[in-house]
């Protein structure tokens, strides 16, 4: 064993002592929850720790995940596609977990990728039952701030006028960027005149262990179609045996039953019913400002000790190419194809983009990306705009998601499909792919991925010394 291993093994008895103490008598719910999602044999029965040699991703729909990170355990995102009321004697949900699950596995901190519903429901409601710090753009920390305020002051009347939240005070809620700044703060803020991106260290509930970086990213959009490569066909096609089907040839007609048929939602509808509560995000917009539903929000959590695992987690990626965006100094579709735009507008949009990129080849080398593969421009140029991340990245791993949302339930293949094509066509070769890790919906939900961090799969010669430049 060598001296930086013998030295964690005994930072980790010490942490493990005092988790012990602080669970001695466990909750009975926070030992269900993480066994629930992070397996049977990853939590310790008698105090409901998670290993501390792993990192274990357990995916909620859509790009939620949650996380354990050397025993830490975080949420990101915080939405559940399709959250219904449990039926019984089986239950026949299409996702099988509420909120209330999340809270009680007690993650100590939410990381939201940016504040659209799809990304940023329930996550004031599981921050004010757990005490959980959530990190997210100024933008979305407002719109959290609402959240709280709108959820204490809900009658409740159909759950006999419980509060949905304890109190109405504000939560914890972080702004990892400065608000209104470019995407990378391109030539602006610390990099004033540097004419560059960086990414920001942040002070997290992880940092005995764990270095988070962060820094604002281009959420996807529509880009004329990039003439650089054939396009092949995206089939963005749903399963139809979800919701049920009727076969009429040959005769006679079988009708197959739906697998995962629509149940009473657990948001309340026109005529609620006891059990629905409304936790969904708001959106809400500070004066003259942005509610932060495009705000991307890039992380990457880097473990302290060698060989430095790494996880980047990005939950939607536009594009960069052309800068187009709604974020500061990015331009509209509209802008970038009107020839009186000043090429000054365009120099600056494309600029950003190529800021973003090259911060990206100068990160702490990543070992697992959690990516969408998803994008509001698939249309025109499918999964150029992930790949091109993937590429500056250059992860080993690489698990996409947003398959839930935006896409089809069900159309996973089809996506690794239309993103294989795309690399190809790019010119990607596949000798330098990432191992293309596809969780398909509903039967990946909450099936733990688990890492081990002194696998030596993740060591690489350039890893300690930007890790050095980053987190120190």
């Known amino acids: 064993m060598n001296g930086r291993r013998m030295a964690f093994a005994g930072v980790s008895v010490a942490i493990c002592l005092c988790t012990s103490a602080a669970l001695a008598a466990v909750d009975p719910a926070l030992l269900k929850a993480r066994q629930k999602f992070f397996g049977i044999e990853n939590v310790d029965v008698n105090t409901g720790a998670v290993k501390k040699d792993k990192v274990i991703t357990s995916w909620l729909t859509n790009t939620t995940y949650l996380v ?16 219904e009321l449990p039926t019984t004697p089986i239950d026949r949900r299409y ?74 005070d504000p939560v914890n809620c972080v702004g990892v960027v400065p608000a209104g700044s470019r995407p990378g703060q391109w030539n602006e803020g610390p990099n004033a005149g540097l004419f560059k991106s960086s990414a920001t260290k942040i002070s997290t509930p992880l940092d005995f ?45 079988v009708t197959y039953p739906a697998m995962y048929p629509t149940l009473t939602s657990f948001t309340p509808g026109a005529t609620p019913v006891p059990g629905q509560i409304n936790t969904n995000t708001g959106g809400a ?28 987690w990005v ?8 800068g187009i965006g709604t974020d500061p100094g990015l331009v509209s579709l509209a802008q970038y194809t009107n020839p009186a735009t000043p090429a000054a507008t365009l120099d600056l949009a494309r ?74 066509n790019m010119g990607f070769p596949q000798s330098e792919w990432p191992e293309f890790r596809l ?25 300690a010394a930007r890790v050095a430049q980053f987190c120190n």
Not at 109 to 135: M, Q, S
Not at 285 to 297: C, E, F, L, M, R
Request: proline letters at 8%.
């Open 68 to 83: 354990s990170i050397m025993g830490n355990v975080i949420l990101l995102d915080s939405y559940i596609s399709r959250p």
């Open 209 to 253: 262990g764990v270095c988070v970086l962060a820094f604002k990213h281009i959420h996807s959009g529509t880009a004329p179609v990039d003439a650089s490569f054939p396009h092949a066909t995206l089939s963005d096609l749903g399963d139809p045996r979800y919701s049920g089907r009727t076969i009429t040839t040959p005769t006679p007609a």
């Open 315 to 322: 939950n939607s990626s536009g594009p960069a190419k052309e």
């Open 439 to 463: 969780l398909l919906d509903p039967i990946d939900f909450a099936v733990p991925q688990v890492y081990s961090i002194f696998d030596q799969r993740w060591a690489n010669p350039e890893k």
């Open 95 to 168: 996702a099988p977990f509420l909120p209330q699950d999340l809270v009680d596995a007690k993650p100590v901190a939410i990381f939201l990728g940016h504040g659209h519903g799809d990304h940023a429901h329930n996550g004031a409601y599981i921050a004010k039952w757990t005490g959980a710090t959530i990190y997210a753009s100024p933008e979305t920390c407002f719109s959290m701030q609402a959240d709280v305020t709108r959820m204490f002051n809900d009658p409740n009347l159909i759950n006999g006028g419980a509060k949905i939240v304890p109190d109405g």
């Open 351 to 424: 600029n950003i983009g190529q800021g973003q990129w090259a911060l990206m080849d100068t990160l702490p080398n990543v070992d697992v990306l959690n990516g969408s593969i998803v994008s509001l421009g698939a249309s025109n140029n499918q999964a150029r705009d992930i790949i091109s991340v993937i590429q500056h990245l250059k992860p080993k791993v690489y698990v996409p998601g947003h398959i839930t949302d935006v896409a089809q339930k069900g159309s996973g293949i089809y996506h690794m499909i239309a993103w294989r094509e795309t690399a190809l």
């Open 285 to 312: 917009t500070p004066p003259g400002g942005n509610n932060g539903g495009a705000i991307v929000i890039f992380y990457e959590f880097i473990v302290k000790y060698g060989p430095y695992f790494t996880l980047a």
